[in-house]
């Protein structure tokens, strides 16, 4: 496929060669079930695999379509797993860890008595060491992220994860930032201080602004990233000269 042109002829095969290797991704699909993803998104991600494996496919390098499709289908749906699945950045060794050792604990669970396998056990039946079995438990207690809402206490005296953490103040933000920006309104234009003046002191809408200065709510939308853009690089530029200061590369002005 990968050599033909791009033509409505080429598409139509495209589109049947799809349909009819589609049961196969499914079938891949179904493999991976019970993983913590559902299985209609399983489909939809080994769909996409086929799709790839079609348009990528060339027969004269001499493999069988089966051989090509049936690894691309497979990594395009391990590649979801790595990348959607997880909360955070996980490097692919300790997921690999992870991956060992849930298995690992899965068969042995049939052969120890109403216990957890130790890691010694782990390590002995994946062929892993104990270090690295250590890494793969941790990955699977760190596979979710905890939610802010679970409960950390018991009984009527139980509290939330969100309830440890302090409470933004947005009137504290407001102040800093038009401390931070007073110095800059007085360098722009007459039009670009008061448009500015009007969005954020006193928190009107665009069209609004748009209707008072009488120009497009648009004009006023391009304004605005303009020159609170110029205004932040400012900001950060002056930012920057203090904190070389403070470490004595520079003095302030």
């Not at 120890?112 to 010694?120: F, G, L």
């Amino acid at each position: 496929m990968a050599a033909l042109p791009d033509c409505p002829e080429r598409r139509e095969l495209c589109d049947k060669v799809i349909c009819a290797w589609m049961p196969m991704a499914g079938r891949i699909a179904r493999n991976f079930r019970d993983r913590g993803e559902a299985l209609e998104d399983l489909e939809q991600v080994a769909a996409l695999g086929l799709v790839k494996a079609v348009t990528r496919f060339e027969p004269g390098r001499g493999c069988a379509f089966e051989s090509y499709a049936v690894p691309t289908i497979v990594g395009e749906v391990k590649r979801h797993f790595r990348d959607h699945m997880w909360g955070v950045h996980v490097p692919r060794r300790t997921q690999e860890l992870r991956n060992r050792v849930r298995s690992a604990i899965q068969q042995l669970d049939h052969r120890v008595d109403d216990r957890t396998p130790s890691v010694q056990e782990i390590a002995d039946f994946s062929g892993l060491t104990c270090e690295e079995v250590r890494t793969g438990m941790e990955a699977l207690e760190s596979y979710r992220p905890l939610s802010l809402n679970a409960e950390l206490g018991s009984g009527e005296d139980g509290y939330s994860l969100m309830d440890t953490f302090g409470v933004s103040e947005p009137g504290y933000d407001r102040v800093l930032f038009r401390e931070a920006v007073k110095p800059r309104l007085r360098e722009l234009p007459e039009r670009e201080r008061r448009i500015l003046y009007l969005r954020f002191f006193k928190g009107m809408t665009q069209s609004r602004i748009a209707r008072q200065m009488g120009i497009s709510q648009m004009h006023v939308s391009r304004l605005l990233a303009r020159t609170c853009e110029r205004i932040r690089e400012q900001v950060e530029e002056e930012r920057g000269r203090r904190g070389r200061a403070a470490t004595g590369g520079e003095d302030t002005p």
